[in-house]
């Protein structure tokens, strides 16, 4: 079972009645896909929240989306962009915590989810 949740309010709530302890925050970088300009993807930057091992609930804070920065290891998610998805876990693990659960960073996902990247 998923459950999704649109505010970071409404599933800190769900997780206390629950008495969940423990909470998965990671950012999640996205590439987005479709035809873009000279082939250069354009890459989506989100924070995840997630609880245990057996059910997944949900909410996305979207942090923001940008062309992405070529280099010499390939893609990768322009500075600014970067510094902004910095600021938004902060502020989320921040939340979280206020909130008394312990913080783990990752996400459980199932044996066939795949995401391009967790972190750059």
Known sequence: ???????????LTELRERKVNVVR?????????GARPGGIPHLTSRVITALDDHQ???W????????A????????????????QDRALAEVSKR?????????EG?????T????SFRL
């Open 1 to 11: 079972m998923k459950l999704l949740f649109d505010s970071l309010d409404a599933i």
């Open 25 to 33: 925050i990671s950012p999640a970088i996205e590439r987005e896909t």
């Open 56 to 58: 997944w609930a949900e």
């Open 60 to 67: 996305r804070h979207w942090v923001g989306r940008a062309i």
């Open 69 to 84: 920065e070529v280099g010499d290891r390939g893609f990768h998610l322009p500075a600014r962009l970067r510094e902004k």
């Open 96 to 104: 979280v915590d206020d909130a008394g659960l312990l913080i783990r």
């Open 107 to 111: 996400i459980l996902t199932h044996d």
């Open 113 to 116: 989810g795949v995401m391009d």
